[in-house]
């Protein structure tokens, strides 16, 4: 049986342990949910969240595929924003405007998502086209 340090005092096992009543929590962003450099914060800040009370949708020009890095047990999804290729040519200028004209259709997706997990909040990061 595992031990939390705050159930030994109490002399409860972890099983016993109320945990927190945390809200369903949709996470959309461009930046990753990864244990490297480029999403490391919100790694270490959804670590202990329970992986049934957690969702997490990324824009695929920059999704966490290896799951190594990603958080274990935790769904994650990937909705199509672009072409990651497309944004290191000489017609990126051109591509990212026609990206951020394009975002309007991205919610569709997202409305499907949010009505099969139904949450009760939604994380973002403001970054990228998603």
């Known amino acids: 049986m595992m031990f939390h340090p705050e159930a030994q005092r109490r002399g409860d096992t972890l099983e016993k342990m109320e945990t927190p009543n945390l809200?369903?929590?949709?996470?959309?962003?461009?930046?990753?949910?990864?244990?490297?450099?480029?999403?490391?914060?919100?790694?270490?800040?959804?670590?202990?969240?329970?992986?049934?009370?957690?969702?997490?949708?990324?824009g695929n020009l920059v999704a966490s595929y290896n799951p190594h890095h990603r958080l274990p047990h935790v769904s994650y999804e990937t909705i199509f924003v672009g072409v990651k290729r497309l944004l290191h040519t000489r017609f990126t200028s051109a591509y990212t405007s026609y990206l951020f004209l394009r975002g309007s259709s991205i919610p569709r997706k997202l409305v499907q998502i949010f009505e099969q997990f139904q949450p009760?909040?939604?994380l973002t990061v403001a970054h990228g086209f998603s």
């Open 23 to 58: 809200p369903r929590l949709l996470y959309i962003g461009d930046v990753p949910v990864q244990s490297t450099v480029g999403g490391a914060a919100l790694y270490r800040l959804l670590r202990k969240y329970p992986p049934s009370q957690l969702r997490i949708v990324e």
């Open 120 to 122: 009760d909040a939604i």
